[in-house]
């Protein structure tokens, strides 16, 4: 079957590093997104991996391991303005987009 | 128009009426998707297309309809609406493949 998992929920300190891990399980896999969606907003791209290894795009990076099924996000110097929730979807063998629910950050001074 | 539009913004319907949610791009792209967005629960497809004058059925299809004239409009129709299609309605497009796909704003529909 085709499965995303990733936690609902985290809590972060402004200015500090926060992990967000997914894992996925997908047919014909073809790299997998991060997307980042504020509230009552649409999507916003942030990432795309499908080679292994670390991608980094300012405070953003993101990882990916296919043989263990497995990326996370990493975001540095954490902003207020980060708090959202955050998409991880893996694409399929006829690139469509499995989704994850989201994890909702939520940044405290 | 910069982007991708939806309309309408929201909209409360009455079970069994017909709805038709609105999408138009801007960026030429070719792929066009609908999705819906429920609490607790990820972006589902119900329709794509990956060209104009193709479409296909997503992950939750029943109870929704599309059509792709042309490469700009991707209008998605309720043909007798019920409570379960509550929802956040998003439209995405992209240049197909690996390719990011760009959202709408989205609808929020309620039906009672």
């Known amino acids: 079957g085709q499965n995303i998992d990733q936690p609902t929920e985290m809590t972060a300190t402004e200015g500090a590093i926060v992990q967000i891990n997914c894992t996925y399980q997908t047919s014909g896999f073809n790299g997998l997104f991060w997307y980042q969606q504020h509230a009552g907003e649409a999507p916003t791209f942030l990432s795309y991996n499908v080679l292994d290894g670390l991608e980094e795009k300012g405070r953003f990076s993101s990882f990916l391991s296919r043989s263990k099924g497995y990326s996370y996000l990493l975001l540095k110097e954490l902003q207020m303005k980060d708090s959202a929730s955050y998409l991880c979807a893996s694409s399929d063998s006829n690139y469509q987009l499995i989704w994850g629910a989201g994890t909702k950050l939520i940044i405290k001074p | 128009i910069a982007g991708i539009t939806q309309a309408p913004t929201s909209q409360i319907l009455a079970a069994g009426r017909r709805m038709t949610l609105r999408c138009t791009q801007d960026?030429?792209?070719?792929?066009m998707y609908w999705y819906r967005q429920d609490l607790g629960l990820g972006l589902r497809l119900i329709h794509y297309?990956?060209?104009?004058?193709?479409?296909g059925k997503g992950e939750v299809p029943d109870g929704y309809s599309v059509s792709r004239a042309n490469t700009d409009d991707f209008p998605l129709t309720l043909a007798s609406a019920v409570p379960s299609q509550t929802s956040v309605y998003f439209c995405?497009?992209?240049?197909?493949?690996?390719?990011?796909?760009?959202f709408g704003p989205g609808t929020r529909l309620t039906v009672l």
């Open positions: 297309s990956n060209t104009a004058g193709t479409t």
């Open positions: 960026m030429r792209h070719n792929a």
């Open positions: 995405a497009s992209s240049e197909g493949g690996h390719n990011e796909q760009f």
